[in-house]
């Protein structure tokens, strides 16, 4: 029953979104990409399908679900690079999964096998790419999250990752996260950005080794109708604004590789 009222809300949401009130910001955007799987390098002076810089720490951004692929782009990769690199210089590789164009059904088994079969892929990219695991984030949001945390189930023979950020994983996904997936096994640092109230699809996390924090929305019931204003979506707007601006609090300002920052304050 609770599956199926949240399948009903997806299929609202989705029908919704075209003309959503946030679409033309930095983390959301109209027009497809195409991409059912691309690791993009979006590093200083550098073109996507170029390696990576072995001496530098790593930030790995991926989005999640896109309910309407030939009509929008969830941009978070592409944004947070920019973001980063205007604040830091030239201090990071920063990747981004992008597959937006990839079908997945509302439905949260099915789901949840996309996903798996992603981080697969993301991890075989990752590998190729030659990062290391012990000095790389990734930042996730979504169904993003379980790309994430099966991506550092496949890299584990190079070491666990140094962080992975959740942003609003929804509750449903909980278990295959920290249970079946062991997130907190694979990273040194977890942390789970969650949206409360009625248009956000996350939770906190009660297990050993996750961090969570609760991000407000602005526009709770008006996400309900559009899942560009959501709280869902806003928490990836959020964190966006915290790699833009240091007096944010929480958010990228809890990196573990903040230290690295060129212009760290």
């Not at 019931?221 to 899942?227: A, F, S």
Request: proline residues 8%; contains cysteine; neutral net charge.
């Amino acid at each position: 029953m609770v599956y199926a009222r949240r399948n009903a809300i997806l299929g609202l949401l989705a029908c919704c979104i075209s003309a959503g009130c946030g679409l033309h910001t930095p983390v959301l955007k109209t027009g497809g990409t195409g991409l059912k799987g691309a690791l993009l390098n979006y590093s200083c002076g550098v073109h996507p399908s170029d390696a990576i810089d072995p001496t530098k720490p790593t930030i790995v951004i991926t989005h999640g679900w896109n309910p309407l692929p030939n009509l929008i782009q969830l941009s978070l990769g592409s944004a947070g690079a920019e973001a980063i690199k205007y604040r830091c210089g030239d201090t990071y590789n920063i990747l981004s999964w992008d597959w937006n164009a990839v079908r997945v059904p509302p439905i949260p088994s099915e789901a949840i096998c996309i996903g798996r079969e992603q981080g697969l892929m993301m991890a075989a990219a990752l590998r190729a790419r030659g990062i290391d695991p012990t000095r790389t984030q990734i930042i996730s949001h979504s169904l993003g999250t379980v790309v994430a945390a099966q991506a550092a189930i496949c890299l584990r023979d190079r070491g666990p990752m140094a962080q992975q950020t959740f942003l609003d994983p929804p509750r449903m996904f909980h278990r295959e996260l920290f249970e079946n997936l062991a997130a907190a096994h694979y990273a040194c640092s977890v942390e789970n950005y969650w949206a409360p109230g009625i248009s956000g699809f996350g939770a906190p996390a009660e297990y050993p080794g996750v961090r969570s924090y609760a991000v407000e929305g602005t526009y709770p019931v008006l996400g309900i109708l559009d899942l560009s204003m959501s709280n869902h979506v806003n928490v990836m707007r959020w964190y966006h604004q915290s790699m833009v601006c240091p007096s944010i609090p929480y958010g990228f300002q809890t990196s573990i590789l903040l230290g690295h920052c060129n212009t760290n304050p």
